[in-house]
């Protein structure tokens, strides 16, 4: 199965600053089909990104996504306080489904 | 808008089985270009996907393989759900389960729709 790594763990910013996370994957994502998710304490993940680059709906467009193979990144261009919260990559390329350990956004 | 509901007890005993269900509404558990998904997450094994049910002119299962001995998804299309038996369940198996939902004709691929997740503990 493919082992997704993100980095940093926590990246400790200031509300406006841009934000800039990694993904990294143990074997080439097929068709780069990577996602990613923000989670805040106690609720599900809500889905930001798809197919690497696109936006899902109603997501604010300071979230993009880039990448492809084995490296993808998630930038936040100006944070919002609301971003605050904890970052999960996901690819859906290949079997199993698989997920990385997350990178926690902090004030 | 399209919801998922989650039922199911919060507290197996171990060697037991864990069900829960995931209701559904504004869209259908029979649906060509949706897949029906558990998924958990606990702070030792992070997000992991557990299966999958879906229907294309048949129905069909998948599952991941660090389950695939214990686990059972199936579709009720006459109550518009579907559920999650895991078997033999052990303290590893504690975890927030969420059903999720993926959109496309393709089974594999995101969650756009998630349920509100049900804390399971499994402890005698």
């Known amino acids: 199965e493919i082992v997704l790594t993100q980095s940093p763990a926590t990246l400790s910013l200031s509300p406006g600053e841009r934000a800039t996370l990694s993904c990294g994957a143990s074997h080439s994502v097929s068709n780069n089909y990577l996602g990613w998710y923000q989670q805040k304490s106690g609720l599900a993940p809500r889905l930001l990104i798809y197919d690497s680059s696109t936006r899902a709906t109603g997501i604010p467009d300071r979230f993009s996504g880039s990448g492809s193979g084995t490296d993808f990144t998630l930038t936040i261009s100006r944070l919002e306080p609301e971003d605050f919260a904890v970052y999960y990559c996901?690819?859906?390329?290949?079997?199993?489904?698989?997920f990385g350990g997350g990178t926690k956004v902090e004030i | 808008q399209v919801q998922l509901q989650q039922s199911g007890p919060g507290l197996v005993k171990p060697s037991q089985t864990l069900s829960l269900t995931c209701s559904i509404s504004g869209d259908s558990v029979s649906s060509n270009i949706a897949s029906w998904n558990w998924i958990r997450q606990s702070p030792s094994r992070g997000l992991e996907w557990l299966g999958r049910t879906y229907y294309r002119s048949r129905w069909y299962n998948d599952y991941a393989p660090s389950v695939k001995s214990r686990i059972t998804i199936n579709p009720d299309t006459s109550k518009n759900q579907f559920s999650l038996q895991l078997n033999s369940v052990t303290p590893e198996d504690t975890a927030v389960y969420y059903c999720g939902r993926v959109y496309n004709s393709n089974p594999r691929g995101v969650f756009d729709i998630w349920g509100q997740g049900t804390v399971v503990t499994v402890s005698s």
């Open positions: 996901q690819q859906y390329g290949n079997s199993p489904l698989t």
